[in-house]
């Protein structure tokens, strides 16, 4: 009986030394950017399980995510005496922002929705020109179009990675991009040669970047094509090359040693080609590709479904019958653009 006694009574007490003498009073927290000490800590340390050192050291010796603070990407914590322990902590990155009743919305790379504050972090590019329905903190970015959600993530990145943050990125008619860099407008077109794009960009804007005008990009596919910057009023008029308007070289291609590609033979072969091209139907229609993107400019030349510029859409062929199968399986009339299935 006595050592039943004394065994309840030793479990006892070291329980009050457990609960009590490792309780945390001083968080010393290193990683934290835009959000404080004290919501971080409001957010972990919450019932008297959080509140003791040993076991919140314990659940989060491992650097991992906790869901009672969804901004933060990794937590890890160090116990340094019975009564303080270290967090180091890494917020969730901001990829860009859309606005919403007069408030910012910040998401990350899968488009989550972070932050919803009237205020503007420095390099985080803007999005605008998208309709969406009332963004949720934690939950998808709530885009109508699911397709245009992924271009924003995609060309949001882009920018990011090579550190060229624009004033605004704009859609337009057929998720057309269009960037705002100081008094540089750059017409990237549709989701298509992104990467080849926002790499030459960044070369090309270290050329023009005091100047002015419009960058036409839409039509570039990363070879050794010329581009030109055109004063803002000429966008609107007349389509003949100006004589004072800048050209630039694209970066130029090279071989495995360096050497220059030449590619003078290669682009007259495809302009012979396209003498004997014949499109049939209307002039486009849309279709899925194998990725899933909406085509707004496909159509059928020598039988194959091809886009604007006449490359292939992968996913899309013509069928006996002549209709277009996408990549979803929608049989489509390419002579009248409409569903014939």
Same mark, same amino acid.
């Given at each position: 009986m006595r050592f039943i006694i004394g065994t309840v009574l030793a479990g006892l007490i070291a329980a009050v030394i457990l609960l009590g003498g490792f309780r945390i009073r001083t968080v010393e927290i290193l990683g934290s950017e835009r959000y404080t000490a004290e919501e971080i800590k409001e957010d972990l340390i919450y019932d008297l399980w959080?509140?003791?050192?040993?076991?919140?050291?314990?659940?989060?010796?491992?650097?991992?995510?906790?869901?009672?603070?969804?901004?933060?990407?990794?937590?890890?914590?160090?116990?340094l005496s019975p009564g303080k322990v270290r967090l180091q902590v890494k917020e969730k990155k901001l990829l860009g922002y859309v606005q919403y009743a007069g408030n910012n919305v910040y998401f990350d790379s899968d488009g989550e929705v972070l932050e919803i504050t009237e205020n503007i972090y420095e390099k985080i590019p803007l999005v605008a020109g998208i309709a969406m329905d009332e963004p949720v903190l934690y939950q998808k970015l709530p885009v109508e179009n699911s397709a245009q959600l992924r271009t924003i993530l995609n060309i949001t990145g882009l920018l990011l990675n090579a550190d060229l943050i624009p004033d605004d990125i704009s859609f337009g008619e057929n998720l057309t991009i269009t960037l705002h860099i100081g008094n540089i407008e750059v017409k990237l077109g549709q989701d298509e040669y992104l990467e080849e794009k926002v790499s030459n960009l960044v070369t090309i804007y270290q050329e023009i970047k005091d100047e002015s005008g419009v960058l036409n990009m839409e039509s570039f596919t990363g070879k050794n094509e010329p581009i030109s910057l055109r004063p803002m009023e000429e966008e609107t008029g007349t389509e003949e090359?100006?004589?004072?308007?800048?050209?630039?070289?694209?970066?130029?291609?090279?071989?495995?040693?360096?050497?220059?590609?030449?590619?003078?033979?290669?682009?007259?072969?495809?302009?012979?080609?396209?003498?004997?091209?014949?499109?049939?139907?209307?002039?486009?229609?849309?279709?899925?590709?194998?990725?899933?993107?909406?085509?707004?400019?496909?159509?059928?030349? +020598? =039988?194959? $479904?091809? @886009? *604007? #510029?006449? &490359?292939? /859409? !992968?996913?899309?062929?013509? %069928?006996? +019958? =002549?209709? $277009?199968? @996408? *990549? #979803?399986? &929608?049989? /489509? !009339?390419?002579?009248?653009? %409409?569903?014939?299935?």
């Open positions: 959080t509140k003791n050192t040993l076991y919140f050291s314990w659940k989060y010796r491992h650097a991992g995510s906790d869901a009672c603070a969804p901004y933060l990407d990794s937590i890890q914590a160090k116990m090359t100006d004589p004072e308007e800048t050209q630039l070289q694209v970066q130029q291609e090279t071989d495995g040693e360096g050497n220059a590609v030449d590619n003078s033979e290669e682009t007259d072969a495809v302009s012979d080609d396209n003498t004997d091209q014949e499109t049939t139907g209307v002039s486009s229609f849309m279709v899925f590709d194998s990725s899933g993107t909406l085509r707004y400019d496909a159509h059928v030349v +020598n =039988g194959l $479904v091809v @886009d *604007a #510029y006449g &490359n292939p /859409i !992968d996913g899309c062929s013509v %069928e006996e +019958n =002549g209709y $277009v199968k @996408d *990549a #979803y399986w &929608n049989i /489509i !009339d390419p002579q009248t653009g %409409e569903l014939a299935q």
